[in-house]
């Protein structure tokens, strides 16, 4: 938002400082200025001049060689190629270096082969026309040398341009009258009020006895909560003056007319928007606020919106007039043969504003303010602001009966009153303060305040109670502000500093952290809770039961994700294109139902050239024993389904799969993704993903169950071996005979590796480790457990490989 200085000084005497620095201050106080503009500069560069000679340029024959008197030491000359230039004319000067109005900046230039110093002006390039037809022409008895600010009586401004988001807290600040308040409080100045009780008289003097026009009727529902109108007869359309159009600009709004101008002027002058009709285009004398029926409307940008039956408009019963609290319409909008006009006030619920302007994807001036929580106690003063200035610049205006008025009862409002005491106030910010001074920031923030000792008893005015001032401390920061925090000596806190203590669900992360990255050598990635239609149709997962969000950012990111499988697909299809294989883990969190949060542990091994099922499986083994949670590893159960992955997703293997049971329940799942889901999402190789849900327990404190034991001091002997199965057969059935074996010195049996040979048949190493902890094992005993191991699974049906 623009602000202008030279506005600003209408209410507060601003002090002769660095423009800079005026920002830097209103920046540690207030709100945050983003830029510093010095506009105007032009009005001081560019300055009268007289022509004292004139030729024709040597190389071009509509151009001339100009010499003039500006009121330096020597004169100037200039390449010109107006119509109207002469001996003796006067016109204005813009020497090099020059930032015209419409943008351009002069630069050193030569013009067919000759230096021109600068320009002679024409009233297009000085903003004053929308055309023209050569130089300015200007009187005869005007003194050379005089600038062109003294000559048009118009002043350089001042632009701050305040970031809007930082004043989302104050919605008093959105007009300069508040923004001169602020600069009052924070340089220790007087502020003026015009608009004082003697002033409200003089205006009020203005209404007439007669019937009004028109009389506002709310109906129940809508989000008006003030609603003001005032008739007028008799105004003139016509362009506003210069001062009111140069302020509009200055700000960046574009001046219309007079009455619109009127209407923009004082919104921005008090940060209370409104609305002039034309009344002629009333139907009926009626003004009816209520809810929309369902209807097409077009607004003043020319538009048409599609209204819903929860949207807020004006109407006079037969059509509607304005979209409430965001624009008008183009049915009812002041136009040059306006005559009569019906000036509107109001106020509307910020949340209600709000969700129509979303929906429609319109923001306007208004929208923005009545975001913002405006106060209705201003709405009468701001009618009366709209009125003085009608009057102002159409005289022959008149009043036409009594400002009319719907809504909350105003007069029954009550100030919010706080209790606070200058030494709190000291202690809080750290610096010893005086209560005069105390006082004195207050008032001048236009707080009442009563002092009973070193109590302070602080009644809020209204429109910073609306939705910024809510209790004591919002009183300090006040106090701090305007003080500037920068003034305060930081001290540290006379704190003890003890560790805190990690929760249940925090160990058992940091435990599964420090297991993944070391003993397995994964990498932990993080991929994006929110996630879009087409992830899921590349994971082939199904769409209807993730959490759809209302106004998403974007449709890659419209719903949460109720599952880890499509996030990691994605990112395993990213770092496949650049690596033979690779280890990776995600402790995140899903969202299967609406208020249902899980956390969930993903793991990820991929390799280019042979499964890591198995690598997967063994290592999530040894993860639930490193974290000694009680479970095994299991095969599916026809009764008892997976609970971390749906056992029908069409992207699980056909054979690579295992549950995890813990606690008597599948919370997890290890298994390898089918290669036509790996083809569709562009990974070549083999992927296997362990999934486990950790909400179950992860809040449990989990006993440590590990038993340390000396190192061995005998040797330990390993017997390797070959079976020759079916491609078909699952590695835990073969291990199964094993295990059922009563050889206490075989300490472990596992699988060595895995060779598919053929179609229908695979070769699958195992490896039993032999350890007596008391002695060194003897070769007889050995070689008669390693008949025993052969006996065993050739009883069960597998047979070793032959040589």
């Not at 929906?359 to 003085?388: A, C, P």
């Amino acid at each position: 938002m623009l602000i202008s200085t030279e506005w600003i000084s209408d209410f507060v005497e601003l002090p002769n400082e660095n423009p800079k620095d005026l920002g830097v201050r209103f920046t540690l106080g207030t709100a945050e200025v983003e830029d510093v503009i010095e506009s105007g500069e032009y009005l001081k560069k560019i300055k009268v001049a007289e022509i004292v000679s004139i030729e024709k340029h040597p190389e071009a024959d509509k151009l001339n060689l100009v010499t003039f008197n500006f009121g330096g030491k020597e004169n100037a000359r200039v390449v010109c190629g107006a119509s109207n230039v002469r001996v003796g004319l006067k016109t204005h000067y813009a020497p090099i270096g020059t930032t015209l109005p419409i943008g351009f900046t002069l630069e050193p230039k030569k013009i067919r082969g000759i230096l021109s110093e600068g320009m002679l002006c024409s009233e297009e390039e000085l903003g004053l026309a929308d055309s023209s037809e050569g130089i300015c022409d200007l009187p005869k008895d005007t003194k050379i040398g005089t600038p062109l600010g003294e000559y048009l009586k118009e002043t350089s401004d001042v632009l701050l341009d305040v970031d809007n988001k930082s004043l989302t807290h104050r919605p008093d600040l959105w007009g300069h009258y508040g923004i001169a308040r602020e600069f009052a409080a924070l340089y220790e100045k007087e502020l003026k009020n015009p608009f004082d009780q003697k002033w409200k008289d003089s205006i009020e003097r203005l209404f007439t006895d007669e019937s009004s026009p028109i009389i506002p009727k709310i109906e129940e529902g809508t989000s008006c909560t003030a609603y003001w109108g005032l008739s007028l007869s008799g105004v003139k359309v016509g362009p506003s003056p210069a001062w009111m159009q140069r302020r509009l600009k200055a700000v960046g709004l574009r001046p219309i007319n007079n009455i619109v101008d009127i209407s923009n002027y004082v919104m921005t002058e008090l940060g209370m928007p409104n609305h002039i009709f034309d009344r002629d285009l009333i139907e009926d004398s009626k003004i009816e606020i209520k809810l929309s029926g369902n209807e097409k409307f077009t607004t003043l940008d020319e538009q048409e919106r599609e209204l819903v039956d929860t949207d807020t408009v004006i109407t006079d019963g037969k059509k509607t007039l304005v979209l409430a609290g965001i624009m008008g319409g183009l049915n009812s909008g002041v136009t040059d043969k306006t005559e009569n006009i019906f000036i509107e006030v109001a106020n509307w619920m910020p949340a209600l504003v709000r969700r129509t302007s979303t929906r429609l994807g319109l923001r306007s001036d208004s929208s923005q303010r009545f975001e913002k929580t405006l106060d209705s106690q201003l709405t009468y003063r701001t009618l009366l602001r709209l009125v003085e200035l009608v009057k102002d610049l159409c005289p022959e205006a008149k009043v036409v009966g009594k400002p009319e008025y719907s809504g909350e009862d105003l007069a029954s409002f009550e100030p919010l009153v706080l209790e606070i005491s200058a030494s709190h106030i000291s202690k809080v910010l750290g610096k010893e303060l005086e209560q005069s001074k105390v006082v004195s920031i207050l008032s001048s923030l236009d707080f009442k305040v009563i002092e009973n000792g070193d109590a302070l008893t602080v009644s809020v005015p209204s429109y910073r109670s609306t939705k910024d001032i809510d209790c004591g401390a919002d009183l300090i920061e006040e106090i701090g502000r305007v003080i500037g925090y920068d003034n305060i000596t930081p001290v540290g806190p006379m704190l003890s500093v003890e560790p805190v203590r990690l929760t249940e669900a925090q160990n058992l992360h940091r435990k599964i952290r420090n297991f993944l990255s070391v003993n397995a050598e994964s990498y932990e990635v993080m991929t994006y809770p929110l996630i879009g239609e087409k992830v899921l149709k590349k994971a082939d997962w199904p769409s209807g039961n993730s959490l759809k969000i209302i106004n998403s950012i974007s449709k890659d990111h419209d719903r949460m994700r109720d599952s880890l499988i499509p996030t990691l697909l994605e990112a395993a299809s990213k770092n496949s294109k650049n690596q033979e294989e690779f280890k990776c883990f995600e402790l995140g969190r899903i969202y299967p139902g609406f208020e249902k949060e899980h956390s969930v542990l993903g793991v990820m091994f991929y390799s280019k050239n042979k499964s890591p099922f198995l690598s997967l499986l063994n290592t999530m083994e040894r993860l639930c024993s490193a974290l000694s949670l009680p479970g095994d590893i299991i095969d599916k159960h026809p009764k008892f389904k997976a609970l971390a992955v749906n056992e029908d997703w069409s992207g699980l293997h056909p054979f690579e799969f295992k549950n995890i049971r813990l606690m008597g329940k599948p919370h997890g799942s290890i298994f390898s993704v089918h290669p036509l889901l790996l083809k569709n999402n562009k990974i070549k190789g083999h992927l296997s993903m362990a999934l486990l849900d950790l909400s179950s327990f992860e809040a449990r404190a989990i006993k440590d169950k590990t038993k340390y034991h000396p190192l061995p001091k005998f040797p330990e002997s390993t017997f390797d071996y070959t079976v020759d199965v079916e491609s078909g057969i699952e590695v835990a059935k073969i291990l199964e005979p094993l295990r059922k074996l009563k050889i206490k010195e075989a300490i472990s049996h596992k699988v060595v590796d895995v060779y598919t040979h053929s179609s229908d048949r695979k070769s699958v190493t195992l490896r039993t480790t032999f350890l007596d902890p008391n002695k060194t094992l003897d070769g007889e005993f050995i070689k008669a457990s390693e008949v025993a191991i052969i006996n065993s699974l050739e009883k069960a049906g597998f047979l070793l490989k032959q040589g």
